[in-house]
């Protein structure tokens, strides 16, 4: 089986972002963002995109996922927007074009 195109960054990049506040939603303002949550339709509030990586080597496409987040408990994110709730997740394909017509 081929391993997908940037697969050790989407890791690295998916552990950084899991281990921390998820609070704001940084992603939502970015050109992939915005077509990924319009494509997404209607998330709840708490809702993150917090994975995302090129599919081929053109970079024509990109797949973006989200999912909804709820507050820690306790440890050191108690209180903070930081843990993914499972069954959550949401994976949408954006394409290059889409993201050049995002004014």
């Known amino acids: 089986m081929p391993v997908a195109v940037g697969l050790l960054e989407r890791i690295v990049f998916y ?3 899991m281990s921390c506040d998820m ?8 050109s992939y963002g915005k077509v990924a949550l319009t ?19 053109e970079r024509s496409v ?3 996922i989200g999912a909804e ?4 408990k306790s440890g050191k994110n108690k209180g903070k927007v930081s843990i ?6 949401q994976r949408v394909l954006v394409t290059a074009k889409e993201m050049e017509a995002v004014p």
Do not use: H, N
Request: aromatic share 12%; with cysteine.
């Open 15 to 17: 552990v950084k972002i």
């Open 62 to 64: 990109m797949e973006v």
């Open 23 to 30: 609070s704001t939603d940084v992603f939502s303002q970015t």
């Open 84 to 89: 993914l709730i499972k069954g959550t997740e």
């Open 69 to 72: 987040f709820r507050k820690a």
């Open 39 to 57: 494509k997404m339709g209607e998330v709840p509030e708490d809702f993150r995109l917090y994975e995302c990586g090129w599919m081929d080597t």
